[in-house]
Protein backbone atom coordinates (compact mmCIF):
# COMPACT_ATOMS: atom_id res chain seq x y z
CA UNK A 1 0.00 0.00 0.00
CA UNK A 2 2.95 2.46 0.99
CA UNK A 3 4.54 1.51 -2.37
CA UNK A 4 1.47 2.49 -4.48
CA UNK A 5 1.23 5.44 -2.82
CA UNK A 6 4.95 6.68 -3.44
CA UNK A 7 5.09 5.43 -6.38
CA UNK A 8 1.42 7.71 -7.34
CA UNK A 9 3.39 10.66 -5.95
CA UNK A 10 6.34 9.87 -7.62
CA UNK A 11 4.68 9.79 -11.39
CA UNK A 12 2.74 12.85 -10.47
CA UNK A 13 6.20 14.75 -9.99
CA UNK A 14 7.28 13.58 -13.51
CA UNK A 15 4.01 14.36 -14.72
CA UNK A 16 4.08 17.86 -13.82
CA UNK A 17 7.44 18.44 -15.55
CA UNK A 18 7.87 18.60 -19.44
CA UNK A 19 8.91 15.87 -20.81
CA UNK A 20 11.65 18.30 -23.00
CA UNK A 21 12.77 19.88 -19.35
CA UNK A 22 17.00 20.40 -19.35
CA UNK A 23 18.43 18.99 -16.07
CA UNK A 24 20.42 21.50 -14.53
CA UNK A 25 23.00 18.99 -14.80
CA UNK A 26 22.78 18.80 -18.46
CA UNK A 27 22.28 22.92 -19.54
CA UNK A 28 24.89 23.41 -22.20
CA UNK A 29 26.81 26.77 -21.92
CA UNK A 30 28.64 27.94 -24.49
CA UNK A 31 32.44 29.72 -24.08
CA UNK A 32 30.48 32.76 -23.30
CA UNK A 33 28.38 31.46 -20.95
CA UNK A 34 24.91 31.36 -22.81
CA UNK A 35 22.53 28.98 -23.40
CA UNK A 36 21.15 28.43 -26.52
CA UNK A 37 18.54 25.72 -26.14
CA UNK A 38 15.23 26.77 -23.79
CA UNK A 39 15.13 24.70 -20.49
CA UNK A 40 11.98 24.06 -19.93
CA UNK A 41 10.91 23.76 -23.90
CA UNK A 42 7.94 25.86 -23.22
CA UNK A 43 8.04 29.59 -24.04
CA UNK A 44 8.57 31.79 -21.23
CA UNK A 45 5.31 33.73 -19.94
CA UNK A 46 7.32 37.68 -19.39
CA UNK A 47 3.93 38.91 -16.88
CA UNK A 48 5.17 35.67 -14.90
CA UNK A 49 8.50 36.17 -15.43
CA UNK A 50 8.13 40.24 -13.87
CA UNK A 51 5.85 38.46 -10.72
CA UNK A 52 9.09 36.25 -10.11
CA UNK A 53 11.26 38.90 -10.64
CA UNK A 54 10.04 41.28 -7.65
CA UNK A 55 8.61 38.54 -5.45
CA UNK A 56 10.24 38.24 -2.18
CA UNK A 57 9.49 35.04 -1.84
CA UNK A 58 10.50 33.64 -5.38
CA UNK A 59 13.48 35.19 -7.49
CA UNK A 60 13.59 38.52 -5.86
CA UNK A 61 16.14 39.75 -8.26
CA UNK A 62 14.91 43.28 -6.89
CA UNK A 63 16.83 42.65 -4.09
CA UNK A 64 20.18 43.52 -5.57
CA UNK A 65 18.68 44.81 -9.02
CA UNK A 66 17.00 47.74 -9.84
CA UNK A 67 13.91 47.62 -12.80
CA UNK A 68 12.02 50.76 -13.98
CA UNK A 69 9.54 48.20 -15.56
CA UNK A 70 8.42 47.09 -12.36
CA UNK A 71 8.38 51.15 -10.38
CA UNK A 72 5.42 50.07 -7.89
CA UNK A 73 7.99 47.62 -6.39
CA UNK A 74 9.51 49.55 -3.67
CA UNK A 75 13.10 48.59 -1.92
CA UNK A 76 14.90 48.07 -5.46
CA UNK A 77 18.31 47.11 -4.45
CA UNK A 78 22.24 48.92 -5.54
CA UNK A 79 23.91 46.05 -5.50
CA UNK A 80 24.06 44.51 -9.23
CA UNK A 81 23.42 46.93 -12.72
CA UNK A 82 20.49 48.30 -13.15
CA UNK A 83 18.04 46.25 -15.69
CA UNK A 84 16.84 48.84 -17.38
CA UNK A 85 17.57 47.52 -21.24
CA UNK A 86 18.87 43.89 -20.63
CA UNK A 87 17.00 43.42 -23.68
CA UNK A 88 18.84 45.36 -25.82
CA UNK A 89 22.30 44.57 -24.38
CA UNK A 90 21.87 40.99 -24.07
CA UNK A 91 20.07 37.96 -26.42
CA UNK A 92 17.69 35.46 -25.23
CA UNK A 93 20.41 32.97 -24.97
CA UNK A 94 22.67 35.29 -23.15
CA UNK A 95 20.03 36.36 -20.59
CA UNK A 96 19.30 32.17 -19.94
CA UNK A 97 23.15 31.57 -19.20
CA UNK A 98 22.98 34.54 -16.73
CA UNK A 99 20.21 33.75 -14.79
CA UNK A 100 21.18 29.98 -14.97
CA UNK A 101 24.71 30.34 -13.77
CA UNK A 102 25.84 33.88 -13.94
CA UNK A 103 29.36 32.71 -13.17
CA UNK A 104 29.64 31.31 -16.87
CA UNK A 105 29.57 34.96 -18.20
CA UNK A 106 31.01 37.46 -15.18
CA UNK A 107 33.61 35.27 -13.53
CA UNK A 108 33.39 35.53 -10.02
CA UNK A 109 30.53 37.67 -9.80
CA UNK A 110 28.28 37.58 -6.77
CA UNK A 111 25.12 36.74 -8.12
CA UNK A 112 23.71 33.22 -7.30
CA UNK A 113 23.48 31.03 -10.12
CA UNK A 114 19.70 30.39 -10.17
CA UNK A 115 19.82 26.66 -11.84
CA UNK A 116 22.19 24.76 -10.65
CA UNK A 117 22.35 21.59 -8.15
CA UNK A 118 25.42 20.64 -7.00
CA UNK A 119 29.68 22.28 -5.82
CA UNK A 120 28.42 24.39 -3.14
CA UNK A 121 30.61 25.01 -0.16
CA UNK A 122 28.20 23.49 3.43
CA UNK A 123 24.91 23.62 1.38
CA UNK A 124 22.13 24.08 3.41
CA UNK A 125 18.10 22.89 3.56
CA UNK A 126 17.04 26.60 2.19
CA UNK A 127 16.59 28.81 4.86
CA UNK A 128 17.15 26.46 8.19
CA UNK A 129 20.61 26.65 8.65
CA UNK A 130 20.42 22.85 8.78
CA UNK A 131 22.71 20.62 6.48
CA UNK A 132 21.17 19.25 2.88
CA UNK A 133 22.48 17.02 0.29
CA UNK A 134 23.42 17.99 -3.37
CA UNK A 135 22.01 17.62 -5.66
CA UNK A 136 19.94 20.76 -4.02
CA UNK A 137 16.45 21.67 -5.58
CA UNK A 138 17.28 24.61 -8.36
CA UNK A 139 16.65 28.11 -6.87
CA UNK A 140 14.15 28.47 -9.71
CA UNK A 141 12.69 25.58 -11.74
CA UNK A 142 13.47 24.81 -15.93
CA UNK A 143 9.86 27.39 -16.41
CA UNK A 144 10.91 29.86 -14.25
CA UNK A 145 13.89 30.72 -15.61
CA UNK A 146 12.23 30.42 -19.16
CA UNK A 147 10.07 33.03 -17.64
CA UNK A 148 11.81 35.08 -16.15
CA UNK A 149 14.20 35.55 -19.59
CA UNK A 150 11.10 36.07 -21.51
CA UNK A 151 10.45 38.95 -19.05
CA UNK A 152 13.98 40.61 -19.12
CA UNK A 153 13.88 40.38 -23.34
CA UNK A 154 10.84 42.74 -22.83
CA UNK A 155 13.11 45.41 -21.33
CA UNK A 156 14.07 47.47 -23.91
CA UNK A 157 15.53 51.40 -23.40
CA UNK B 1 -0.56 66.05 33.78
CA UNK B 2 1.96 69.19 33.53
CA UNK B 3 4.49 67.14 34.40
CA UNK B 4 4.10 64.38 32.36
CA UNK B 5 3.63 66.66 29.58
CA UNK B 6 6.82 68.35 29.80
CA UNK B 7 8.66 65.13 30.13
CA UNK B 8 6.97 64.04 26.83
CA UNK B 9 7.92 66.87 25.50
CA UNK B 10 11.58 66.71 26.53
CA UNK B 11 11.73 63.00 25.16
CA UNK B 12 10.13 64.40 22.02
CA UNK B 13 12.94 67.13 21.90
CA UNK B 14 16.00 64.55 22.99
CA UNK B 15 14.76 62.22 20.00
CA UNK B 16 14.38 64.44 17.40
CA UNK B 17 17.71 66.94 18.21
CA UNK B 18 20.09 64.79 17.42
CA UNK B 19 18.92 63.15 14.17
CA UNK B 20 18.99 67.16 12.85
CA UNK B 21 23.05 65.66 12.93
CA UNK B 22 22.90 62.05 11.84
CA UNK B 23 23.67 60.33 8.75
CA UNK B 24 26.86 58.92 7.54
CA UNK B 25 28.77 61.96 8.93
CA UNK B 26 27.12 62.34 12.29
CA UNK B 27 29.52 62.41 15.45
CA UNK B 28 28.48 60.18 18.41
CA UNK B 29 29.19 61.07 21.77
CA UNK B 30 27.22 59.05 24.61
CA UNK B 31 25.71 61.06 27.00
CA UNK B 32 27.35 63.97 25.79
CA UNK B 33 30.16 62.83 27.47
CA UNK B 34 31.98 59.34 26.03
CA UNK B 35 33.59 60.59 22.31
CA UNK B 36 33.35 57.40 19.72
CA UNK B 37 35.61 57.10 17.11
CA UNK B 38 32.82 56.03 14.44
CA UNK B 39 35.68 56.08 11.22
CA UNK B 40 39.15 55.21 11.70
CA UNK B 41 41.87 54.88 9.36
CA UNK B 42 42.10 51.43 8.28
CA UNK B 43 44.61 48.92 10.02
CA UNK B 44 47.24 48.35 7.39
CA UNK B 45 46.80 43.94 7.32
CA UNK B 46 43.14 45.17 5.28
CA UNK B 47 45.71 46.08 2.71
CA UNK B 48 42.99 48.97 1.53
CA UNK B 49 40.09 46.70 0.80
CA UNK B 50 37.62 48.92 2.69
CA UNK B 51 39.46 51.65 1.70
CA UNK B 52 41.19 54.36 3.73
CA UNK B 53 38.36 53.76 6.09
CA UNK B 54 37.03 51.78 8.84
CA UNK B 55 33.13 52.65 9.49
CA UNK B 56 31.22 51.95 12.05
CA UNK B 57 27.87 50.40 11.49
CA UNK B 58 26.22 53.01 13.54
CA UNK B 59 26.79 55.21 10.58
CA UNK B 60 25.10 53.33 7.81
CA UNK B 61 21.65 53.05 10.24
CA UNK B 62 18.41 55.77 10.50
CA UNK B 63 18.78 59.04 12.33
CA UNK B 64 16.31 57.52 14.67
CA UNK B 65 18.18 54.60 15.25
CA UNK B 66 21.57 56.57 16.01
CA UNK B 67 19.61 58.75 18.66
CA UNK B 68 18.38 55.63 20.55
CA UNK B 69 21.89 54.78 21.32
CA UNK B 70 23.35 58.35 22.25
CA UNK B 71 21.74 58.22 25.51
CA UNK B 72 22.27 55.75 27.45
CA UNK B 73 18.42 56.36 29.15
CA UNK B 74 17.15 55.98 25.21
CA UNK B 75 19.15 52.83 24.63
CA UNK B 76 17.39 49.05 25.87
CA UNK B 77 20.53 47.33 25.78
CA UNK B 78 21.20 49.49 29.16
CA UNK B 79 18.51 47.46 30.56
CA UNK B 80 20.47 44.30 30.49
CA UNK B 81 23.66 45.84 31.35
CA UNK B 82 21.92 46.55 34.50
CA UNK B 83 20.28 42.89 35.09
CA UNK B 84 24.68 41.78 34.74
CA UNK B 85 25.38 43.89 37.28
CA UNK B 86 22.51 42.07 39.74
CA UNK B 87 24.26 38.69 38.48
CA UNK B 88 27.96 40.54 39.12
CA UNK B 89 27.18 40.45 42.69
CA UNK B 90 25.68 37.09 43.17
CA UNK B 91 26.98 34.48 44.55
CA UNK B 92 26.50 31.25 42.52
CA UNK B 93 28.48 27.61 42.43
CA UNK B 94 30.03 25.91 45.09
CA UNK B 95 33.19 28.06 46.13
CA UNK B 96 30.73 30.98 47.24
CA UNK B 97 31.89 33.51 45.25
CA UNK B 98 30.90 36.34 42.51
CA UNK B 99 31.91 37.91 40.48
CA UNK B 100 32.66 40.65 42.69
CA UNK B 101 34.37 38.29 45.18
CA UNK B 102 38.00 38.32 42.88
CA UNK B 103 36.93 41.61 40.67
CA UNK B 104 35.64 44.19 42.80
CA UNK B 105 33.66 46.79 40.76
CA UNK B 106 33.78 46.23 36.98
CA UNK B 107 34.15 50.11 36.15
CA UNK B 108 38.07 49.69 37.44
CA UNK B 109 38.77 45.59 37.10
CA UNK B 110 37.18 45.58 33.65
CA UNK B 111 37.95 48.58 31.75
CA UNK B 112 39.74 48.03 28.87
CA UNK B 113 39.14 43.99 28.75
CA UNK B 114 36.41 44.35 25.99
CA UNK B 115 38.91 46.33 23.67
CA UNK B 116 41.65 43.19 23.24
CA UNK B 117 39.17 40.22 22.94
CA UNK B 118 39.05 37.47 21.49
CA UNK B 119 42.93 37.18 22.92
CA UNK B 120 45.32 34.21 23.40
CA UNK B 121 44.90 32.67 26.59
CA UNK B 122 48.48 31.33 27.14
CA UNK B 123 47.21 28.94 29.96
CA UNK B 124 44.72 26.85 27.30
CA UNK B 125 46.82 27.28 24.31
CA UNK B 126 43.85 28.76 22.36
CA UNK B 127 41.93 31.82 21.42
CA UNK B 128 39.37 32.73 23.84
CA UNK B 129 36.28 35.28 23.13
CA UNK B 130 35.14 37.05 26.41
CA UNK B 131 32.33 34.50 26.82
CA UNK B 132 34.33 31.66 26.88
CA UNK B 133 36.46 33.86 29.63
CA UNK B 134 33.51 34.53 31.48
CA UNK B 135 32.62 30.60 31.56
CA UNK B 136 35.97 29.66 32.36
CA UNK B 137 35.50 31.59 35.63
CA UNK B 138 32.15 30.31 36.05
CA UNK B 139 33.12 27.03 36.13
CA UNK B 140 37.00 26.98 37.33
CA UNK B 141 36.65 29.81 39.90
CA UNK B 142 33.08 30.17 40.95
CA UNK B 143 32.11 26.29 40.70
CA UNK B 144 29.42 27.58 39.16
CA UNK B 145 27.62 26.03 35.66
CA UNK B 146 28.61 27.83 32.82
CA UNK B 147 26.09 29.86 30.90
CA UNK B 148 24.84 28.66 27.33
CA UNK B 149 26.65 30.67 24.53
CA UNK B 150 24.74 33.89 23.41
CA UNK B 151 22.32 33.16 25.62
CA UNK B 152 20.20 36.39 27.89
CA UNK B 153 22.75 35.58 31.26
CA UNK B 154 26.01 35.64 29.38
CA UNK B 155 25.39 38.51 26.68
CA UNK B 156 24.14 40.75 29.35
CA UNK B 157 27.28 40.13 31.37
CA UNK B 158 29.63 40.81 28.51
CA UNK B 159 27.83 43.70 27.73
CA UNK B 160 28.39 44.96 31.73
CA UNK B 161 32.23 44.20 30.61
CA UNK B 162 31.87 45.88 27.45
CA UNK B 163 30.63 49.18 28.76
CA UNK B 164 33.60 49.78 31.12
CA UNK B 165 35.55 49.90 27.25
CA UNK B 166 33.25 52.44 25.74
CA UNK B 167 34.86 54.97 23.75
CA UNK B 168 38.32 52.64 24.01
CA UNK B 169 39.67 51.46 20.29
CA UNK B 170 39.22 48.00 19.89
CA UNK B 171 42.73 46.82 19.80
CA UNK B 172 42.77 42.67 18.95
CA UNK B 173 46.14 41.42 18.62
CA UNK B 174 46.00 38.79 15.30
CA UNK B 175 50.27 38.03 15.61
CA UNK B 176 51.93 35.86 17.68
CA UNK B 177 49.86 32.60 18.45
CA UNK B 178 47.15 34.43 17.58
CA UNK B 179 47.71 34.29 14.05
CA UNK B 180 46.61 30.89 13.30
CA UNK B 181 43.22 31.43 14.71
CA UNK B 182 43.22 34.13 12.65
CA UNK B 183 44.16 33.28 9.27
CA UNK B 184 41.16 30.81 9.66
CA UNK B 185 38.75 33.65 10.40
CA UNK B 186 40.16 35.40 7.23
CA UNK B 187 39.93 32.57 4.96
CA UNK B 188 35.79 31.79 6.36
CA UNK B 189 35.37 35.43 5.65
CA UNK B 190 36.05 34.94 1.68
CA UNK B 191 34.37 31.92 1.73
CA UNK B 192 31.81 32.18 0.01
CA UNK B 193 28.92 29.61 1.84
CA UNK B 194 25.67 28.19 0.99
CA UNK B 195 23.18 27.92 -2.37
CA UNK B 196 23.43 32.00 -2.41
CA UNK B 197 27.40 31.70 -2.62
CA UNK B 198 28.27 34.45 -0.66
CA UNK B 199 30.39 35.68 1.71
CA UNK B 200 31.04 37.81 4.45
CA UNK B 201 32.99 40.04 1.69
CA UNK B 202 30.43 39.91 -0.94
CA UNK B 203 28.45 42.09 1.00
CA UNK B 204 30.08 44.24 3.84
CA UNK B 205 33.62 44.46 1.47
CA UNK B 206 32.24 44.92 -1.73
CA UNK B 207 29.13 46.75 -1.24
CA UNK B 208 28.95 48.13 2.13
CA UNK B 209 27.05 51.41 1.57
CA UNK B 210 24.90 49.78 -1.19
CA UNK B 211 21.09 49.02 -0.27
CA UNK B 212 20.18 45.40 -0.36
CA UNK B 213 16.45 45.67 -0.52
CA UNK B 214 15.73 47.67 2.03
CA UNK B 215 18.44 47.24 4.12
CA UNK B 216 21.77 49.40 4.01
CA UNK B 217 24.71 47.53 4.30
CA UNK B 218 27.67 48.44 6.31
CA UNK B 219 30.86 46.94 6.87
CA UNK B 220 29.81 44.31 9.42
CA UNK B 221 32.17 45.67 12.03
CA UNK B 222 31.49 44.17 15.23
CA UNK B 223 33.08 46.73 17.98
CA UNK B 224 29.54 47.45 18.66
CA UNK B 225 28.38 43.84 19.75
CA UNK B 226 26.63 42.67 21.76
CA UNK B 227 23.99 45.00 20.11
CA UNK B 228 20.53 45.62 21.17
CA UNK B 229 18.37 44.71 17.94
CA UNK B 230 15.24 46.41 17.12
CA UNK B 231 14.34 43.77 14.65
CA UNK B 232 14.43 41.12 17.98
CA UNK B 233 14.02 43.53 20.88
CA UNK B 234 17.18 41.67 22.97
CA UNK B 235 21.40 41.88 23.26
CA UNK B 236 22.73 39.72 20.71
CA UNK B 237 26.10 38.32 20.28
CA UNK B 238 28.20 38.24 17.06
CA UNK B 239 28.30 34.76 16.82
CA UNK B 240 24.54 34.88 16.52
CA UNK B 241 24.90 37.41 14.37
CA UNK B 242 27.26 35.20 12.21
CA UNK B 243 25.11 31.93 12.48
CA UNK B 244 21.93 34.42 10.61
CA UNK B 245 24.21 35.71 7.90
CA UNK B 246 25.43 31.91 7.22
CA UNK B 247 21.86 31.02 7.14
CA UNK B 248 20.66 33.69 5.16
CA UNK B 249 23.06 31.80 2.43
CA UNK B 250 21.24 28.62 2.49
CA UNK B 251 24.03 27.32 4.27
CA UNK B 252 24.61 24.77 6.89
CA UNK B 253 25.46 27.48 9.43
CA UNK B 254 28.15 26.86 12.18
CA UNK B 255 27.41 27.13 15.89
CA UNK B 256 27.95 29.72 18.21
CA UNK B 257 31.23 29.59 20.18
CA UNK B 258 32.16 26.75 17.72
CA UNK B 259 36.31 26.69 16.78
CA UNK B 260 35.24 28.53 13.30
CA UNK B 261 33.08 31.50 15.12
CA UNK B 262 35.81 31.90 17.34
CA UNK B 263 37.83 32.53 14.50
CA UNK B 264 35.73 34.43 12.67
CA UNK B 265 35.15 37.01 15.38
CA UNK B 266 38.87 37.12 15.74
CA UNK B 267 39.16 38.03 12.22
CA UNK B 268 36.26 40.25 12.08
CA UNK B 269 37.18 42.02 15.11
CA UNK B 270 40.40 42.50 13.69
CA UNK B 271 38.95 44.87 10.89
CA UNK B 272 37.71 47.11 13.05
CA UNK B 273 40.81 47.41 14.92
CA UNK B 274 40.83 51.36 16.17
CA UNK B 275 37.36 52.07 15.84
CA UNK B 276 35.72 53.12 19.64
CA UNK B 277 34.30 49.87 21.91
CA UNK B 278 30.06 51.04 21.75
CA UNK B 279 28.88 48.09 23.23
CA UNK B 280 25.57 47.83 23.92
CA UNK B 281 25.00 49.75 20.36
CA UNK B 282 21.84 49.90 18.98
CA UNK B 283 21.04 48.78 15.57
CA UNK B 284 18.12 47.04 13.44
Known amino acids: ?157 | MNFKATLACAAFVASVAPAAFAGEDAELVLNGEIPIVTTAPAPAHLDGVLGDEIKSGWLFRSDETQATQMDDFDNPGMIFVDQAQASWDTVEGSEGKSCASCHNDPAESMKGVRATYPKWNEEAGEVRTLAMQINDCRENQMGAEPWKYDKGDIVSMEALISVQSRGMPVNVAIDGPAQSTWEQGKEMYYTRYGQFELSCANCHEDNFGNMIRADHLSQGQINGFPVYRLKNTKLNGSHSRFKGCIRDTRAETFNPGSPEFVALELYVASRGNGLSVEAPSVRN
Open chain 1, 1 to 157: MMKWIAIAALSSVAGMASAEAVAPADVQFDDYGAVEVSLSGTPGDAANGAAIVGDKKQGNCVACHQVGALADIPFQGEIGPALNGAGDRWTEAELRGIVSNSKKTFEGSMMPSYYKTTGYIRPGDAFTGKAASEPLPPLMDAQMIEDVVAFLATLKE
